[in-house]
């Protein structure tokens, strides 16, 4: 089961109880193409109100800084995002190629900023912060 969950986190893939969770939407996800629109399902008009408004956190997947390789995240570690707590790691594993901690998390942005990619985000891992490359 744990080799199932490294290639997971690898590939960027949501887990219930990780990444999903009861007050977590396909859209915060990323999941929003596997939504049938045309279909009448229980909490459609939910979510297209929410796909109308925007969404209010995004999922992320970064890879830590480390050059030591002798951390490691096991979910649920803040990351920051320019300077402030932005949100959980919710899933982590160390990449079997570069050694390097791989995390999935979710992060809150600004309604209808969809994108995070030009923010700095580190993940504070036993009180130290961790830069970090996202994917």
Known sequence: MVT??????E????????????YTTPLDVGLDHL?????????HSALAAQKKRGVNKQM????????????????????????????????AFIDAQSKQVVCLGLISC??????????????QVAGKTYPTVSW
């Not at 997947?61 to 919710?90: C, Q």
């Open 60 to 91: 992320v997947k970064l890879t830590l800084l480390d050059p030591s390789n002798s951390v490691m995240a096991w979910g649920a570690e803040p990351i920051v995002r320019n300077g402030s707590v932005a949100g959980l790691t919710t899933s």
């Open 110 to 123: 600004p309604l209808n900023d969809e994108t995070v990619s030009d923010d700095l985000l580190a993940v």
């Open 11 to 22: 590939n960027g893939q949501c887990k219930w109880g990780q990444e999903l969770d009861a």
């Open 4 to 9: 199932l969950d490294w290639l997971r986190v």
């Open 35 to 43: 939504i049938d629109w045309k279909k009448d399902f229980i909490g």
